[in-house]
């Protein structure tokens, strides 16, 4: 089915599609948080009417637009690329996907691009508390279309409420709530939203303490601080809440994306959590030569992996190796095995649309019986997308089971930086409320430091998480059922090649003109309403 | 409610639903006509911006509706997406480029330190205007004249032309569409202008180019409609499936279904209407009538090609491969679920409705544009 596949042409369409994603998603957790900032500050304009608090919202609110365009400009990619270089992957989950994109245009895009026209223009034109809702109604916009769109990336992760229809040769949707509604969904949507708002604050504390360091603006940027940093020490709270609720999520679906994100080789009971460390050694080189210890350096915390997993110090966590290579004491299927069933399915499969062409009725329908049997499903259709790493050479398949295995550095790496740095912020957080409410905010000068430094660390840590999502899920499109290489539309290499450098190149230049835009609008300061 | 409809009711329901997002767009793509002549229109710099400014209100909704239209189609009839998206490539892609950089345009176009300067910025916008038109306008006249692009039984699909989808832009037919839609769009940005902005120079200039633009849409648009009624078109065997060339098969499409044929051609008079009220009255309306005249002409445009036993996006590589309402469709179950959240549209047409009444409800004017001490934003 796709043994053709130029390896090349799907790695640069991976390649193209992160290089949109991970751009849009510079832009994206900004606009989320920032929507609930500017509503809160309008709310106590309109209820105080201090004309000190409109000031306060217009500058921010300024900032919101210049980096709400670029994220919409970024945005239209991102859908039109599930076509445009995910092809069969589009077919293969469009009964399942497309719902939550189509419901997010009609019910986000609208409220989102209706309100915001409002937000900026109707200041002289509507009333007040029109305007105020108009903001609300932005901000809220904006996360419904974060809803959707991370109700269908859970989905790849757990892919859940469908069935495989033969005929199609698809998935179906079978329940509608169970896709909106399962764990994977609410945790990703809450924790990525809210990992959103914690950008957000930090952005606007960097940004107000940037103004006390250099004296200007005293009043606006406390007021600012104290918002800001309210919001952003209940974000992270949040986003340490869903986080954790994510983490068992992984262990219960996506065990192999666990097991790289802690560098687990061998699984073990009361596996310990790294709070840092670094490898000995290469990714391929720790799987092809086992060794008793993979870190060169590390700090484990005894059991807390087995307690962030399955919340029991004690509990078995299993690690790459039992997952390649099957571990029968807990129970754990080999890859190869997977492999060998999911060609089963495969070939089944085949043979059913053989029958079908042939008009074979009675193979037909022998073979449509075993795609509605809950046993069959269970022991083969599960492992799908395993069979595309079938080969009959023994030697081969015993090879092909490791590509199966993510990039565990990445993988690693990207998650310990993202969770230290949540970390930082609660840190950073109250100490400026801290000091703020002591009043000595302004002289407090490492402290401002520390919030300023602490915007590219928020967006480093934005980034990160998605690394960990997306490369720790590798080689998956959807878990288990459907890889990249399955998935790719089948266009020349050159084409991709072409539209990522016009990508690349497009993406820089705006992202130049967005810095510097934000930055001259900063240093104006709100005096001007910063206009 | 829509759970007891047969799945055939559930993709015509949905077709009618894309048709209407897809009738709108077109409709809403004056904004792109009107980006085409910004310094043609505008002479001074505060005429250049009460145009954009007329426009950069509006935009988003254009982008919208773009995006929903994207997503109503996977959502629906994903095997055109899939097919089209993926073997379409260059169409689409350059579509998607216009579409980025207007997305910025209006927003930092007159910011100071903006990096590329306000002329690059309008040179986007204009960029935009003329691919985003003509290329969305050959995209969907394929709808008629077909590509070559095959499907495999596992419902793969794969375009069989090296050029993945320029070739559409090389094909007269598509291109007369294409030009018919940019035409369209400047005709329906100049009738905007005329009731959005209060400048006597603006409407002038603007009733002048009207006649010159609406005469060049009439060209292609006809072009394209007597080529359309006259070729051979893509039939299905309702009961066997099978796709096979039907003579005159849009024009029988159009005499088969008379409620099309009002549509249709109630459609072209309010358009052609809106045209004469523009050039030849002093009323603001003919935004209006044409407005109203494009969505309704669009929308039997569409329903020629999906209804009536017809393949609407036909394979000429194999026609056996096209791609029909029913064979292209989301399950029952996707569609049912999607058609409660359609219940929602006239909510959402109401907010907006009221959101764009109480935004325009001054029109703009120069005293507006260079406010600085008022609380407005101008791009």
């Known amino acids: 089915m796709v043994e053709n596949i130029d390896l090349s042409l799907v790695d640069w369409s991976r390649g193209q599609f992160a290089l949109t994603a991970m751009f849009h998603w510079i832009f994206v957790p900004l606009t989320l948080g920032l929507g609930y900032i500017v509503a809160i500050m309008e709310t106590i304009y309109v209820k105080t009417g201090n004309p000190e608090w409109k000031r306060i919202t217009k500058f921010w609110m300024n900032l919101f637009g210049i980096n709400f365009a670029i994220g919409v400009a970024t945005g239209i990619i991102l859908e039109f690329q599930f076509g445009t270089n995910w092809s069969n992957y589009s077919w293969f989950v469009g009964d399942i996907f497309g719902a939550p994109l189509a419901i997010e245009g009609i019910m986000a895009f609208f409220m989102e691009s209706t309100f915001i026209a409002v937000m900026f223009f109707g200041w002289d034109k509507v009333s007040r508390k029109f305007h105020l809702t108009s903001s609300w109604l932005t901000a809220i916009g904006a996360n419904l279309s974060a809803l959707w769109i991370l109700v269908a990336n859970a989905w790849m992760q757990n892919p859940v409420g469908m069935r495989f229809n033969p005929e199609t040769a698809r998935n179906e949707m079978e329940n509608f709530w169970e896709v909106l509604f399962s764990p994977t969904a609410v945790n990703k949507f809450l924790h990525t939203t809210t990992s959103g708002f914690v950008l957000a604050s930090i952005f ?261 998480g998605w690394l960990v999502a997306e490369v720790g899920r590798q080689p998956w499109v959807i878990q288990d059922m459907m890889n990249t290489r399955m998935a790719v539309s089948q266009i020349g290499t050159g084409a991709v090649q072409t539209t990522f450098w016009l990508f690349a190149i497009t993406f820089v230049g705006l992202a130049i003109a967005e810095v510097k835009i934000m930055l001259t609008q900063i240093k104006k300061g709100p005096k001007e309403g910063g206009q | ?262 549509m249709f051609l109630l459609g072209v008079v309010l358009v052609l209407w809106g045209i004469f009220v523009g050039i030849k009255s002093a009323s603001r309306k003919g935004i209006w009538y044409a407005g109203i005249g494009t969505v309704v002409t669009v929308l039997a445009l569409f329903f020629l090609a999906g209804f009536h036993n017809t393949a609407f996006y036909p394979s000429t590589y194999d026609l056996q491969n096209s791609l029909t309402i029913q064979n292209a469709s989301s399950s029952h179950y996707t569609l049912t679920a999607m058609s409660y959240v359609s219940l929602m549209i006239p909510f959402v047409i109401a907010y907006i409705w009221y959101a764009w009444r109480s935004i325009n409800v001054k029109r703009i004017d120069k005293e507006e544009m260079s406010a600085t001490d008022k609380d407005g934003h101008v791009y």
């Open chain 2, 1 to 262: 409610m829509f759970e007891s409809l047969s799945h055939l009711a559930l993709q015509e329901y949905w077709w009618v639903l894309v048709s209407i997002l897809g009738a709108v767009l077109v409709f809403l793509l004056f904004v792109q006509g009107g980006q085409t002549m910004i310094s043609c229109l505008g002479k001074t710099e505060v005429e250049r911006t009460m145009i954009v400014n007329s426009l950069g209100r509006k935009w988003e909704f254009t982008f919208t509706t773009l995006v929903t239209f994207g997503g109503a189609f996977f959502a629906s009839f994903p095997l055109f997406y899939s097919t089209s998206f993926g073997g379409a490539y260059w169409v689409w892609m350059i579509i998607l480029f216009a579409f980025i950089i207007q997305a910025v345009s209006y927003e930092y176009r007159t910011r100071p330190n903006n990096f590329f300067g306000e002329r690059t910025y309008e040179k986007f916008l204009f960029v935009n205007g003329l691919i985003g038109t003509i290329f969305l306008g050959t995209a969907v006249a394929t709808f008629f004249s077909g590509s070559q692009f095959s499907v495999s039984e596992m419902n793969q699909s794969q375009w069989e032309v090296p050029a993945h989808g320029l070739e559409a832009a090389l094909n007269f037919f598509n291109l007369s569409l294409g030009l018919a839609v940019f035409f369209l769009a400047r005709v329906l940005a100049l009738l905007y202008f005329m009731n959005d902005i209060d400048d006597d120079t603006i409407i002038e200039r603007a009733k002048k180019r009207l006649v010159i633009n609406a005469g060049a849409f009439l060209v292609f648009f006809l072009t394209f409609v007597v080529w359309l009624m006259l070729r051979d078109g893509f039939a299905v065997n309702p009961d066997t499936g099978e796709v096979y060339m039907e003579p005159y098969k849009y024009f029988n499409n159009l005499i088969g279904m008379p409620v099309v044929l009002i």
């Open chain 1, 204 to 464: 606007v504390v960097g940004i107000s303490a940037w103004f006390l360091l250099h004296k200007r603006d005293q009043m606006f940027a406390k007021k600012s601080i104290v918002v800001g940093s309210i919001f952003g020490l209940i974000a992270t709270f949040m986003v340490i809440f869903t986080g954790d609720g994510a983490a068992k999520d992984i262990a219960k679906h996506q065990p192999m994306k666990l097991a790289s994100m802690e560098g687990l080789y061998q699984g073990e009971t009361g596996a310990p959590l790294m709070i840092y460390g670094f490898f000995s050694g290469s990714d391929e080189e720790r799987l092809k030569e086992p060794k008793e210890d993979n870190f060169a350096f590390n700090i484990p915390v005894p059991g807390m992996l087995s307690f962030l997993a399955n919340g029991d110090f004690d509990s078995y966590v299993p690690g790459i190796r039992d997952m390649l290579y099957g571990n029968d004491e807990h129970n754990i299927l080999s890859f190869e095995e997977r492999i060998k069933r999911g060609h089963v399915a495969q070939q089944t499969l085949k043979e059913f649309k053989d029958a079908e062409k042939n008009g074979n009725t009675t193979k037909y329908n022998s073979l449509k019986a075993k795609f509605n049997d809950k046993e069959w499903l269970n022991t083969y259709m599960k492992y799908f997308g395993y069979g595309t790493y079938y080969d009959p050479d023994p030697q081969k398949l015993k090879a092909n089971v490791l590509e199966l295995v993510p990039p565990v550095t990445i993988a690693f790496h990207s998650f310990h930086i993202m969770v230290g740095l949540g970390t930082l912020f609660v840190l950073v957080f109250l100490l400026l409320l801290f000091y703020t409410m002591k009043n000595k905010i302004e002289d407090t000068r490492w402290l401002l430091w520390v919030a300023l430094w602490s915007i590219p660390l928020a967006y480093l840590a934005q980034q990160t």
